[in-house]
């Protein structure tokens, strides 16, 4: 069987990690892919794949001259070294083996920061410039590449891992709004003056009554961030909350927030896996993606540097908000399907007939107007 690096936000093992890599299964039953990983042994043990340290360069580009394929998924540019995922500098120098290789490289549902110096900025046309498929997640990171002197058009696609959840949908509204709220704690898109204020929001509305639980994201032998995250909320809050364990996977099994009466969403995985669960979400905006996400499926938003006040608001909001709606959930599921297509067809060097009868594209947009 080929083999293809997948390199994104792997490692330590997550539940959006776990979608990431089911949807590739499912769209390239036919390919071995071999995680880029932060943390390889973890992800190998969570995963059972290849794996290759996504914190060593030289291991990355040995790996990409070495597999049949490059693929970037659900990754950022503007992401720094430090985060579990590659950097800019890493994904250049990969991409620029697997072409002297002359292997078929992909950027899959990839988000952009705002441009940062003039080297990132060229480094990111260059990237851009010579992937042999590019698929951004949203219209506003085709809106930074252009500002970063990125030649568009862009073909807007959405994060995969929503494919992995395409026999997983809600499957209806409870008829009964409880009132409780789950916090999805990430730590690593938790900026540290968000903390005290998110702490504060939350400790108003627990002295209202309202329950309040906090999931940490990872578990704590991979990444107990998220554990200190979570107890550091916890002591601000000062009444009774619960804490739950990581969500297990994306969909409506073990530990998801179905049956929550809101979620509190720090990253955009947090809420694909209320949308799947057919809950109401307040995106905490600490990425573009998942302002971006929040926006499409029509859920409320407030800003990393709102007031107490105003997360407190907006948490209250959700409880009385409408969950994204099936049609919503469905059309991501869509897009995803769409990317993987174009995916297909790039790895078959277009030989797959079937491919090329059923696709319908995605669309080409310069940003938003």
Known sequence: ????????????????????????????????????????????????????????????????????????????????????????????????????????????????????????????????????????????????????GVRGPFRIGTDPAWLDLQDRRPDGRAAHRPRNVVVEIEARTCPPQLVARLGEALARLAAGDLEIELQPWHDPSSDGADHGLAAELAGRIGEPVRVLRPPAELGPGERSPAGAGAVVALGSHALIAAAVAGVPAVAVACEPATAALARRLDQPLVGADAEPAEIADAIAAALVHEPPRPNAVAGQIATAEEGFRLLRLLLSEGRSEEETGELSGLPLRRGPG
């Open 1 to 148: 069987m080929p083999s293809a690096l997948l390199a994104g936000h792997f490692g330590p093992s997550d539940a959006g990690e776990a979608a990431t890599l089911g949807a590739f299964e499912r769209a390239l039953p036919e390919w071995t892919p071999v995680l880029a990983s932060s943390d390889p042994a973890a992800t190998h043990a969570a995963h059972g794949c290849g794996t290759v340290d996504a914190r060593r360069p030289a291991a990355m580009i040995r790996a990409a001259a070495q597999s049949d394929a490059t693929v970037f998924a659900g990754w950022s540019i503007g992401e720094g070294v430090r985060g579990p995922r590659p950097g800019l500098r890493t994904a250049v120098a990969v991409v620029s083996a697997a072409k002297l290789r002359g292997r078929p490289t992909a950027l899959l549902g990839i988000s952009a920061r705002a441009a940062g110096g003039a080297w990132e900025r060229r480094l990111s046309r260059w990237l851009l410039s010579e992937a042999d498929l590019v698929v951004l997640r949203d219209a506003f990171s085709a809106r930074h590449l252009e500002e970063a």
